[in-house]
């Protein structure tokens, strides 16, 4: 179970709004992509609405990004009170924020007066975030606490009582900040215990983050940016030369289950303690506590749908994907290293050479997956079938169609029981 220190209650928040209708067309495509998840040998990847479509985008914001876990960062990016870093996830801006007693909270920056944001970036609020337009500031509770030129209206205190910032479910994974906006979600930890104990050797948790990179505007669905992190068929010719030392032929699955909350797998290397940079070996110290298992392997995985990351000897690279509309996303990635290797005296040197080896690989994965975003919008693009080295989509796919398919119920009921009974 997670520490309670490391699960913060959200009095405040609530994901409800009008609903939105589920469509029998929005059906009709959620029953295709149950039938393409099956099994290996009958299916077949998405249908192209599930990528360009705006009305399946809508229904997937509420679906997915509205009662699921979201990664917003690590907690090292917020180490003193004050510090806060802000991320847009689709139409719903978020900020994770470290209080005053040093308790990390997200908060939806909204001003309970017009709406204005309070913030932007990441930065250091000091003891409070002050909204630019009329002045109400919020402590790093998210309690109002100064509304200027409003007594004649209402009272401080009375105001005070209906006017905060909406505070959402807080948990923290291995150093990773996640929140989720349904204040009825189950623990996400729970959902993880493969993935635990496979990652355990690498100690991520005690793990330092590097400068945070952005990439803004990416001309793709955000599905895509995950399907290529835990996809090893396209690795060997995609990324051709580069990626031969963990070639796809080494690639083996994990069994995935209805209530797993990631997808992952290990490839492992023709040598060990490789590295993904032009040298192709790891450039930095090797993580102590690896075995020889780890030290011949990655691990590539997904805790959807917004986290991707690979593991590797020397430590571990990962993005955050946002979406922002139907062919649009914005990424954060960013790399991580034991304590000890950042002290390692040529670090800024060598961490510059992997990071630079990083791009090479999303530059290719970019490119392809703009493509693939474009023939997606063609008419004629239709479902096609899965390479058995592709059983890590299959998966995902299973992760959404679940996910797809409850919303769809939930809603149905809820129009069902608002109907009125017709007189007998």
């Known amino acids: 179970m997670i520490p309670e220190e490391h699960v913060t209650q959200c009095p405040h928040s609530s994901n409800k709004k009008d609903r939105q209708v589920v469509s029998d067309r929005i059906l009709e495509v959620v029953k295709t992509i149950e039938d393409g998840c099956r099994n290996m040998e009958t299916g077949f990847n998405l249908p192209r609405e599930c990528y360009v479509d705006p009305e399946f985008y809508e229904f997937e914001q509420e679906a997915i990004f509205m009662r699921s876990w979201l990664c917003l960062g690590r907690t090292d990016e917020i180490a003193k009170p004050g510090d806060f870093v802000r991320v847009d996830m689709g139409d719903e801006p978020l900020v994770m924020v470290r209080d005053q007693n040093m308790e990390i909270r ?52 009375e105001l005070k009582t209906e006017a905060h910032l909406p505070s959402h479910k807080v948990e923290i994974w291995n150093g990773f900040v996640f929140a989720n906006l349904d204040p009825n979600a189950k623990p996400l930890a729970p959902t993880l215990h493969k993935l635990e104990k496979a990652l355990a050797p690498y100690n991520i948790g005690e793990m330092v983050s590097m400068p945070v990179a952005e990439i803004k505007g990416c001309e793709w669905n955000w599905k895509p940016q995950l399907e290529n992190g835990i996809e090893p068929y396209h690795s060997a010719y995609l990324h051709g030369m580069l990626h031969d030392f963990a070639h796809v032929r080494l690639t083996s699955f994990v069994e995935f289950e209805e209530d797993d909350g990631a997808v992952y797998h290990p490839t492992g290397f023709y040598y060990p303690d490789a590295g993904f940079n032009p040298t192709g070996k790891a450039l930095l110290p090797i993580i102590e506590t690896l075995g020889e298992k780890e030290r011949n392997e990655v691990i590539f995985a997904s805790i959807p749908p917004n986290l991707g990351f690979g593991a590797v000897p020397e430590g571990l690279f990962y993005y955050l994907v946002l979406p922002a509309g139907p062919g649009k996303l914005n990424l954060r990635i960013g790399h991580l290293y034991p304590e000890a290797s950042t002290r390692h005296p040529l670090f800024e040197h060598l961490y510059k050479i992997a990071q630079d080896g990083l791009v090479l690989f999303h530059n290719q994965d970019a490119s392809s997956t703009e493509s693939v975003q474009r023939g997606n919008r063609s008419r004629f693009r239709k479902p096609g079938r899965y390479s058995f080295q592709e059983e890590s989509l299959l998966q995902f796919y299973q992760w959404l169609a679940k996910r797809y398919r409850d919303y769809a119920n939930e809603v149905r009921r809820e129009e069902a029981a608002a109907q009125p009974v017709a007189a007998e």
């Open 106 to 157: 997200v908060f939806s920056p909204i001003c309970a007066h017009r709406g204005h944001i309070l913030c932007e970036g990441s930065g250091n609020a000091g003891r409070l975030f002050r909204c630019p337009f009329h002045a109400w500031a919020y402590g790093l509770d998210g309690h109002l606490i100064a509304a200027p030129s409003m007594n004649d209206t209402i009272g401080l205190k």
